[in-house]
């Protein structure tokens, strides 16, 4: 089985595909820290090369394409990123979203582990931030795939993680997989 986690910046994509992962002894993969790698060997910050990458697809092509070839060649795997339910089509897909000041709130709180993000230093201005981000997510997807990411029709679970624990997210969708067992 291979479980995709997509979602808003701040809804715990990463941390609950961790556990997800090591809970079920599947291999995770961030499609959203091999583009951020990508940013910073270009000497940008994701929200850089996000914004070439409305114009031009080279931004995103790399992962995509390494996203569809797991998604035909691997299995047991847990993989994060906005778009990987797109490319892995026959994985169990999840959207994980969140509340925008509770995204911003996040986000400032582990902004140490993020080296290609430059964060605001208040709520205010990592909200203003994060809304660009998902317009430009958007823009992006639409453009290249002719998809809107955010719709709730594209996934098996659309779970918002506003007022849950990190724990109560990982129990809802490891009990949503046990079910399809």
Known sequence: MIITISGIPGSGKSTVGKIIAQKLG?????MGDMRGAIALKHNMTIDELNKIGEKENWTDKQVDD???ELGQKENNLVVEG???FHFIPNSFKVFLNVDTPEAARRALENRAERTDEKLPDTIEETEKQLVERLKSDQNRYQKH??????????FDLFLNTTNLSIQEVVDIILDKIKALR
């Open 26 to 30: 599947y291999k995770f993969l961030s």
């Open 66 to 68: 390494y996203q569809r």
């Open 82 to 84: 906005r778009v990987s």
């Open 145 to 154: 795939y002719q998809i809107d990411y955010l719709a709730p029709s594209n």
